[in-house]
């Protein structure tokens, strides 16, 4: 399961603010750690962490709310709070955040976890075309919005 | 603008970290042992004989592993055998950590801290419990180590089962030496084995 955390880690913090990512990375690998005897023995560890993480990220912003809200509908903006103190990269971290959820979600499920799109798609919700789409916009975003910023 | 691949792109938030993970993994070592969720807990100490990986179960500890036998290694064995819920948690090897300490120190000749000698069975655990009894600094044949645990012509067997040891230093399997008088090879190699055993000469 160590093996996974970082990765997780990194998803965590992409689609979440700094403080809010650290605490659905302990909530995700505790219920992990509860869960872990029911786990197939040839489940695929990580997308399964990541699956409890996205859980954990949906159940955060519902909580924050009051209300209860599907997990489709999760508000696009993310609180302010800015990135780790040891994010490399603040300007990417911030223009990651934002994205629109889903792209945001799709891009770290896909580059920073290296799900399947089919992984992807079932997180989400929609076809795996959709959620190819949604990593792409992102991504096509990120290169107009980040590297810009950088190149002169 | 020039193209970039996506995990370039992306490839400054996938290093960077290290401190906050480290605190992180931390808490969640604290929390699971609160919970009862935390089976194996493991530390890295450092030794005149390199660093040891240390990992207890709630029963004692349960392993010790020099650097040459793969710490990565040792503990996705523990996962498999043990159970997957390994966690680095230095609290809980405190006291083995000190007991290592004052051994290596010349101050402790004997270990009292429980063990869970779960990983080894039939004659290879009798060999072990056996190999307890041996003495701080005296040493014994293989021929007699198999006889005093049970079976005077399983020699080799005791050779196996000192060599397969999983908690070397502290079962000490270093006081098993040749009949005629050679040191024998050990899981953490033979110079390790020569420290360990000039180390209970000298105190």
Known sequence: MADHGAAVLRVCRAILGAQDAEDAWSETFLAALRAYPTLRPDSDVRAWLVTIAHRKAVDGYRARRRAPTPSSEIPDRVEAGGAAPDVADEALARAVRALPFKQRAAVAYRYLADMSYRDVAELLGGSEAAARRSAADGIATLRRSYRQEETP | ?203
């Open chain 2, 1 to 203: 603008m020039m193209y970039v691949d996506e995990r370039e792109l992306l490839a400054p938030l996938a290093g960077a970290g290290e401190s906050a993970y480290a605190r992180l993994r931390a808490g969640l070592a604290e929390r699971a042992d609160r919970e009862g969720l935390l089976d194996v807990a493991y530390r890295v100490v450092d030794s005149p004989v390199g660093q040891l990986l240390l990992a207890a179960t709630p029963r004692g500890l349960v392993r010790v592993a020099y650097a040459s036998e793969g710490h990565d290694a040792v503990l996705a064995r523990l996962a498999d055998l043990v159970s997957p819920r390994v966690l680095r948690a230095p609290a809980r090897l405190d006291v083995a950590a000190r007991e290592l300490d004052e051994y290596f120190a010349g101050l402790r000749r004997r270990f009292d801290l429980p063990l869970d000698l779960g990983l080894s069975r039939g004659f290879r655990r009798a060999v072990l419990t056996h190999l307890r009894d041996i003495a701080y600094g005296a040493t014994e044949s293989y021929s007699v180590v198999a006889a005093a645990a049970g079976s005077p012509a399983a020699v080799r067997a005791a050779g196996t089962a000192c060599a397969t040891n999983p908690l070397p230093v502290v079962v000490p399997c270093h006081r098993v030496v040749r009949s005629d008088g050679s040191i024998g090879r050990y899981v953490g190699g033979a110079a390790a084995k020569r420290t360990l055993l000039a180390l209970e000469a000298a105190a």
